[in-house]
C-alpha cells in the first residue's frame, strides 16, 4: 500500500514553454502533498506543501507564479513549470500524506520526474 | 535555523563489512526523525523512523538507527552490507506535527565486491 505515482516520468521542453507535472496517491487520500527538488548529487529542497482544496504554501525564494500548484482533489496534486527555462531542469519529486495516518508523519514519496529543458 | 547535517558525503566500504552513516541535527524539544534511500533516478523509500519510544528502530533489511537525545544524532548502521545497499542515503527530521521534513545533505554508500 501507500503507493504514490507521478506522470510523466521524464520530459524534455523547449525554453518558454510549460509543463504541468501530476502526482497522484493511488491507493489512499492524501489531504497534505508536498514538492522537492534535487539537482544531481545534492538533497532535496521542499518547494511548497500542497493542501486540499486551498493555496499551496511556497518555501522562501520559490516563485509561486512560476511553478504553480494545484491540489483539487484528496488524490491528485499538480506542479506546473511556467516559461521553462535551463536552469528548471531538474528532478522534481513529490511526496504525499496519508490522512489515516497523522500521527505517523510520514510522507510517501513517488518515483520522481526527471525536466530537461532546452 | 533548524538543520540536518550528515557528516559524510561518501562512504566506500567493501562487501560484509560493516557501516556507520552519520546524522546530526539542532536541538529541539521535541524531534521525529527517519532515514530514507534512494536508488538512481528514483524517489525515496523509507528505511526506518523514530517517533517515540525505543530509541533503537530497525528495518526489515538489517539497518538499525538509535537515537541519542543528548548527542542530537540518529546514526545509521549496519552490521554486514550487500552490494545492493549501494544508494543515496538521506537522514530527515521533523520538528513539529504534520511538519515539514527537513532533509541533510545526502551520503553516497558505495559498496565494493
Known amino acids: 500500500g501507500a503507493v504514490v505515482s507521478q506522470h510523466p516520468s521524464w520530459v524534455i521542453c523547449k525554453s518558454g514553454t510549460s509543463v504541468k507535472i501530476e502526482c497522484r496517491s493511488l491507493?489512499?487520500?492524501?489531504?497534505?502533498m508536498f514538492w522537492y527538488r534535487q539537482f544531481p548529487k545534492q538533497s532535496l529542497m521542499l518547494m511548497a506543501t500542497?493542501?486540499?482544496?486551498?493555496?499551496?504554501?511556497?518555501e522562501q525564494g520559490v516563485e509561486k507564479d512560476k511553478f504553480l500548484i494545484n491540489h483539487a482533489s484528496l488524490t491528485l496534486s499538480t506542479l506546473t513549470v511556467t516559461s521553462a527555462h535551463p536552469e528548471d531542469s531538474s528532478f522534481y519529486i513529490c511526496?504525499?500524506?496519508?490522512?489515516?495516518?497523522?500521527?505517523?508523519?510520514?510522507?510517501?514519496f513517488g518515483p520522481g520526474t526527471r525536466l530537461t529543458v532546452t | 535555523a533548524q538543520s540536518v547535517t550528515q557528516l559524510d558525503s561518501q562512504v566506500p566500504v567493501f562487501e560484509e563489512a560493516p557501516v556507520e552513516l552519520r546524522c546530526n541535527y539542532s536541538?529541539?524539544?521535541?524531534?521525529?526523525l527517519f532515514w530514507y534511500v534512494q536508488y538512481p533516478n528514483q524517489g525515496l523509500q523509507l528505511l526506518l523512523k523514530?517517533?517515540?519510544?525505543?530509541?533503537l528502530v530497525e528495518s526489515i533489511n538489517g539497518f538499525e538507527a538509535e537515537f541519542n537525545k543528548s548527542q542530537t544524532s540518529f546514526h545509521l548502521r549496519k552490521p554486514s552490507v550487500h552490494i545492493s545497499d549501494t544508494a543515496e542515503y538521506f537522514c530527515?527530521?521533523?520538528?513539529?506535527?504534520?511538519?515539514?521534513?527537513?532533509f541533510g545533505q545526502g551520503t553516497e554508500l558505495s559498496v565494493k565486491p
Open positions: 511526496s504525499a500524506r496519508d490522512r489515516e495516518q497523522p500521527i505517523s508523519y510520514e510522507q510517501y
Open positions: 491507493d489512499f487520500q492524501a489531504t497534505t
Open positions: 500542497s493542501n486540499e482544496g486551498s493555496k499551496a504554501t511556497y
Open positions: 536541538s529541539s524539544v521535541s524531534v521525529y
Open positions: 523514530y517517533l517515540s519510544g525505543s530509541t
Open positions: 530527515a527530521v521533523s520538528y513539529n506535527q504534520g511538519g515539514k521534513l527537513i
